[in-house]
């Protein structure tokens, strides 16, 4: 006789049972990590008011999260160079899997789902090697880890599918580091940042180059348009005053466009993009700069400059409606339009660098 347990398995097999879904956690639209005032680290789900839909504690200092198209979880990677990463049940806090690299492999902060959730994708670094890593793990599978391969260049730190493909642009930042020497850049003088296209079996289809002169310039965040355009954010590693742009534009089989502000507007972002993201509607691209508490917005369809806005630590953004959710470190969430931004809440939790829209299946962020 069938025990209840295999006779439940049955069920939810068949689809009988209902499985969780994020309503049950609130139905957020967004994942940002953050702090409290009291020292301790948060993972949260917000909704497009800047309410919070939930939150749950980490154990250590979050970068990024990941959530699973239909299920309530969330993979919480730990700041680079971690070697863990925690997925949490957003319902009830638990944690469901703790996934550590292999021996000699380091997380990049970042991670991203195949579009019917059953495989996580992460950047590593393989630091004794001095080459980027693809981590392959079966969501399906309690997450274990089922292979690799090469991103096709060194310090991938963030990788995205384009939208209906089993395509996956990579961000290789190019920075050779090694945990023996913390966030030392060993290869300044030699770093290669590149765009790379991959597929979810590993194959290189495309690599993007920069101009030589521009080899300082790391390829470090992503967004993806439905139509496959890619944004990507740039840190630069040389002199400030002769920084190249921080955004690049992307087809596949096209040559990139780099939007960017007059040279005095450039030159306050620091250098330094730390988020990209385009809007719900794709019209408007956007990149933030904490260093310079500054968010610039371009036209996608030009690259035409359209506003500068100031805000204090600002550097989390993500696709919310005809425009833009900002986060920040003084807790402030914002809505932006591409000219101005306009306060939703303050939240007692200063966000950290990222804010990631949720896939959620049958829906559309913010």
Known sequence: MASRRDFLAGLLAAGAVPRPGWAEAGAPDFLAAGRRGSGDYVLCGLRASGDLAFEVALPGRGHAGAGHPERPEAVAFARRPGTFALVIDCRTGAVLA???????????????FSAEGRLLYTPENAFDEGQGRIGIWDASAGYRRIGEFWSGGIGPHEALFLPGSDVM??????????PDSGRTKLNLPVMRP??????????ILETVDLPPEWHLNSIRHLAVRSDGLVAAAMQWEG????APPLLMLHRRGQVPSFPAFDPAGHRAMQGYAGSVALSGDGRIVAISSPRGALVQSFETATGRPLAAVAQADVCGLAPAGEGLLLTSGTGRIARFSGAGAETLAEQPVAWDNHVVALNRAGSRPG
Do not use: C, K, Q
């Open 194 to 203: 590149a765009l790379v296209y991959a597929s979810a079996a590993g194959e």
């Open 239 to 242: 002199d400030v005053a002769a």
């Open 169 to 178: 642009a990579i961000a290789n930042g190019g920075i050779d580091t090694h």
């Open 98 to 112: 703790r996934l550590e690299t292999p021996p000699g492999r380091h997380f990049m902060g970042h991670g991203t």
